[in-house]
C-alpha cells in the first residue's frame, strides 16, 4: 500500500508542476514545500528511469518523454478529481474548470461575464483558452468546448445553447470612402475580410442559399482580429451579430447590405463526461445557457449604412 501511496504522490507532484510551470506554484496548489514537489518528482524519475523534466535556475522543461508520459498520465488523473465532482452539490461545486471558446466569443462575450460566474461560484477557477481551432477535449484536458457551427465530433454530449444570426458589417469611415455595395455581386470589388479555417477562408452565406467566397486584404484565423480590422476601416466583415451587437448600437460599425436576410448558426456546450457530469460543468453550461440564451432573444438595434453621396 505504500507504494501506491508513493507512486501517486510523485504522479500529482509532476502533473502540477507541468500545470503550473515551477515547483513553488505546484507546492501551493498541492499544500507541500518546494523541495517535497521536486523530491517527488526525482523519486518518480528514479522509478520510471528516465528524465521527465529539463531543469536549470531559471525553467522547467517537459522532455520527450515526460510530455509522452504527461499525456497519458494526466487525464486519469484529471477522472479521478472529476469522480469526486460528481457527487458535489451545486453548493459545493471547487476546483479548476477548463474552458475552450472561438476568439470572437471567448474575447466579446464569455470573458465580459466572468465575473458574474466567479462572483456567484467563488471557489470555482476558470481556465479560458481562446482558440480557433477543434480541440480535443480528452487528450488537452477540457472540461466543456463552446463551438458554433454544426457538431462534428463523436463520443462528445451537446447542448444547445442558441441559434445566433451572422452579419454583415464595415465602419462608416469605410462605407463613406468606397460606397455602400448594392448587391451580393457588389462585394466582389470591395475590401473584405475573410475568416480564415484550416487554411481555407470561410464562405459567406445568405439565408436563400446564395454563397460567396469573397477576396480582400486581409484574411485570419481570428475573428476578433477582423472585427478590430473591421473597427479601424479595412473593410467589410462577416460575423455573428452578437459579438458587434454593441458596436452597431453604438454607430462604430452599420449593417451592410442589411436588406438581405442572414443564415443562423447553431451555437452549443460540449463536452465528454457523458451522463456523468461534474457539478462546475453542470454550472457553467446552465450559465452559457442563460447568457448566450439571451442574445438569441434580443434584438439590437442598428444603423443602415451611411448613404452614398449622389454627384
Known amino acids: 500500500m505504500a507504494t501506491i501511496l508513493e507512486k501517486t504522490t510523485g504522479l500529482l507532484a509532476f502533473i502540477r508542476t507541468v500545470e503550473t510551470g515551477s515547483f513553488t506554484s505546484a507546492s501551493r496548489t498541492i499544500g507541500s514545500s518546494p523541495s517535497a514537489i521536486a523530491k517527488s518528482v526525482a523519486r518518480l524519475e528514479r522509478r520510471l528511469g528516465v528524465r521527465l523534466l529539463q531543469r536549470s535556475t531559471r525553467t522547467l522543461a517537459l522532455t520527450a518523454e515526460g510530455s509522452a508520459y504527461y499525456e497519458r498520465i494526466a487525464p486519469l488523473l484529471r477522472a479521478i478529481e472529476d469522480a469526486d465532482s460528481v457527487v458535489q452539490t451545486v453548493d459545493d461545486a471547487r476546483g479548476l474548470l477548463r474552458v475552450t471558446a472561438p476568439s470572437d466569443l471567448g474575447r466579446t462575450l464569455i470573458s465580459a461575464w466572468m465575473e458574474t460566474f466567479a462572483s456567484r461560484h467563488p471557489r470555482l477557477k476558470l481556465e479560458l483558452g481562446i482558440l480557433d481551432r477543434r480541440v480535443d477535449l480528452i487528450r488537452e484536458g477540457y472540461d466543456v468546448a463552446v463551438r458554433v457551427g ?162
Open 150 to 311: 454544426a457538431i462534428s465530433d463523436s463520443g462528445l454530449v451537446g447542448r444547445r445553447l442558441a441559434e445566433l444570426p451572422l452579419v454583415l458589417v464595415a465602419s462608416p469611415d469605410y462605407i463613406a470612402r468606397q460606397g455602400a455595395p448594392r448587391s451580393i455581386d457588389d462585394l466582389r470589388r470591395h475590401a473584405c475580410l475573410r475568416y480564415v479555417l484550416a487554411g481555407r477562408p470561410y464562405a459567406w452565406r445568405w439565408r436563400d442559399g446564395t454563397t460567396l467566397v469573397p477576396d480582400g486584404p486581409l484574411d485570419s484565423n481570428d475573428g476578433h482580429a477582423l472585427r478590430l480590422a473591421a473597427l479601424y476601416g479595412a473593410g467589410i466583415v462577416y460575423l455573428l451579430r452578437a459579438t458587434v451587437a454593441d458596436d452597431l448600437a453604438a454607430g462604430r460599425l452599420v449593417v451592410v447590405l442589411p436588406d438581405l436576410p442572414m443564415p443562423t448558426l447553431p451555437v452549443h456546450a460540449l463536452h465528454a463526461f457523458g451522463r456523468q457530469i461534474p457539478a462546475r460543468v453542470r454550472l457553467f453550461i446552465d450559465f452559457l445557457v442563460d447568457r448566450i440564451g439571451a442574445l438569441e432573444r434580443q434584438t439590437p438595434p442598428v444603423r443602415k449604412p451611411v448613404k452614398e453621396e449622389q454627384p
